[in-house]
């Protein structure tokens, strides 16, 4: 049994796989974690050596370390193929003859204004015949603007975008996501708690202080991707439109969402949660980040480095432990996966199973590329429930522009979503800064 640092079974519903909805493994995706559980075995067998090494004469082996390396980077690159391969099971085929059956009980399901949106919209995109849907958007009052703005996609379109999005971008996986019909969405958060306490039945109770408010904006920012496609394409009818329209801008989108979210500076893309103002966790204050040192100069502590780990696990308040969750890019997961605890075992661990996270110290880690890499002042680690830290906000309606002129004898489709995004808890998460002081 897994136990974490809170001295109990580790909760599978910390330790779940991101994209729950998951389709069942397949034996390539099984046949790859096989593969990856026997590296992680002679990795460690490996680190032993290189760790005794140490112990002995102070200094490991040129060769050893170098076998230790080989095999950790041997390691990260079966994760990211791993990823991939569960990351491919959940992403939506594109439909031929097989499945024109279920498309068209789908469309039965349907109402008939909403089957009359896809056709027009599918119309649109095939031939560029933009009359009929502006004519139904007309009738329907939907939120589509006119053919310099694009049209509003049909709504499964946009729920299957966002579907993909969830599964591929690592911050929107974890995160509050919220759907708004304005630009901007406002939120009124406490920088306190009520005040409370005990009263007898018939005692006199005194007045309670309330907690001060403050208001936080975000701004929903516009965010692009063009995909192309040949005539020849769009001219097959047994190619959903849709589903290729998500698949082509989902890379795009969620490639500038997940730089945003981490490093974003808030004007004209969302602001990230390393771009707010940064204080010593003992000196933190509504607005700013807490951080913790790691006791070495752009690296670990070279005494004790898991210790500043454990630190930072108990950190954030014990409500904010329950749903936490590491982020940190592939090349800090692969420094710490090197490392050892006071009883000789590994504080990082692989998944149960094919396309679960992998965990350290108990806590799912999650990997965001965005994230900097290990160097002197860098925070490179987060820790905490982001899901109360942090807030995505997708304003309703993506839209599409197509453009058979610019890029011939291609068909460009300029497609756009507004997102913003921002920290709404400060106290949810904190960061390792790499430094001695």
């Known amino acids: 049994m897994d136990l974490d640092v809170?001295?109990?079974?580790?909760?599978?519903?910390?330790?779940?796989?991101?994209?729950?909805?998951?389709?069942?493994?397949?034996?390539?995706?099984?046949d790859a974690f096989d593969q990856f559980l026997q590296s992680f075995e002679e990795f460690k067998a490996a680190n032993d050596e290189r760790l005794g090494e140490i112990e002995q004469r102070l200094s490991p082996d040129a060769v050893t370390e170098d076998k230790v390396n080989r095999i950790n980077k041997a390691l990260s690159d079966q994760?990211?193929?791993?990823?991939?391969l569960s990351l491919s099971l959940r992403r939506p085929p594109l439909p031929g003859p097989e499945t024109h059956a279920l498309g068209i009980n789908r469309l039965r399901k349907e109402g008939p204004l909403a089957r009359e949106h896809k056709a027009a919209f599918?119309?649109?995109?095939?031939?560029?015949?933009?009359?009929?849907?502006?004519?139904?958007?007309?009738?329907?009052?939907?939120?589509?603007?006119?053919?310099?703005?694009?049209?509003?996609?049909?709504?499964?379109?946009?729920?299957?975008?966002?579907?993909?999005?969830?599964?591929?971008?690592?911050?929107?996986?974890?995160?509050?996501?919220?759907?708004?019909?304005?630009?901007?969405?406002?939120?009124?958060m406490s920088?306190?708690?009520?005040?409370?306490?005990?009263?007898?039945?018939?005692?006199?109770?005194?007045?309670?202080?309330?907690?001060?408010?403050k208001m936080i904006e975000f701004p929903a920012m516009e965010l692009y991707a063009m995909p192309a496609a040949t005539q020849t394409l769009l001219d097959d009818a047994f190619i959903n439109i849709e589903e290729w329209l998500?698949?082509?801008?989902?890379?795009?989108?969620?490639?500038?969402?997940?730089?945003?979210?981490?490093?974003?500076?808030?004007?004209?893309?969302?602001?990230?949660?390393?771009?707010?103002?940064?204080?010593?966790?003992?000196?933190?204050?509504?607005?700013?980040?807490?951080f913790l040192l790691s006791g070495g100069t752009g690296a670990f502590a070279a005494t004790d480095p898991v210790d500043r780990l454990l630190d930072l696990?108990?950190?954030?308040?014990?409500?904010?432990?329950?749903?936490a969750r590491w982020l940190m890019n592939r090349s800090v997961e692969a420094v710490i996966r090197k490392m050892k605890d006071g009883s000789?075992?590994?504080?990082?661990?692989?998944?149960?199973?094919?396309?679960?996270?992998?965990?350290?110290?108990?806590?799912?880690?999650?990997?965001?590329?965005?994230?900097?890499?290990?160097?002197?002042?860098?925070?490179?680690?987060?820790?905490?429930?982001?899901?109360?830290?942090?807030?995505?906000?997708?304003?309703?309606?993506?839209?599409?522009?197509?453009?058979?002129?610019t890029a011939k004898p291609y068909i460009l489709f300029y497609t756009t979503k507004r997102v913003g995004g921002g920290v709404q808890n400060f106290e949810a998460f904190k960061l390792l800064k790499f430094a001695s002081a």
């Open 6 to 30: 809170r001295g109990g079974p580790l909760d599978p519903l910390e330790n779940k796989a991101l994209g729950e909805n998951a389709a069942p493994p397949s034996r390539e995706l099984l």
């Open 79 to 84: 994760k990211s193929r791993l990823d991939e």
């Open 122 to 188: 599918e119309r649109y995109v095939r031939k560029g015949d933009a009359h009929e849907l502006t004519g139904f958007e007309m009738k329907s009052l939907a939120a589509g603007t006119n053919e310099d703005g694009g049209y509003v996609v049909p709504q499964e379109t946009e729920a299957a975008i966002d579907r993909i999005l969830k599964d591929v971008s690592p911050m929107r996986a974890i995160a509050s996501v919220r759907q708004i019909g304005a630009g901007t969405f406002r939120k009124p």
């Open 191 to 213: 920088l306190g708690e009520l005040t409370s306490g005990w009263v007898g039945e018939e005692a006199a109770r005194t007045e309670t202080a309330a907690s001060s408010l």
């Open 246 to 290: 998500a698949s082509e801008v989902q890379c795009e989108f969620a490639a500038q969402e997940g730089a945003a979210f981490i490093n974003g500076d808030g004007t004209a893309k969302p602001r990230g949660i390393l771009s707010y103002e940064k204080v010593a966790d003992a000196s933190y204050a509504w607005g700013k980040t807490g």
């Open 313 to 323: 696990v108990y950190a954030p308040k014990q409500t904010y432990r329950q749903n």
């Open 344 to 405: 000789d075992n590994y504080i990082w661990q692989p998944g149960a199973t094919a396309g679960q996270p992998a965990s350290l110290l108990g806590y799912p880690v999650v990997e965001a590329e965005d994230m900097p890499d290990i160097a002197a002042d860098a925070y490179a680690i987060a820790f905490g429930d982001f899901a109360r830290g942090y807030l995505i906000v997708d304003r309703v309606g993506v839209r599409v522009l197509r453009d058979p002129f």
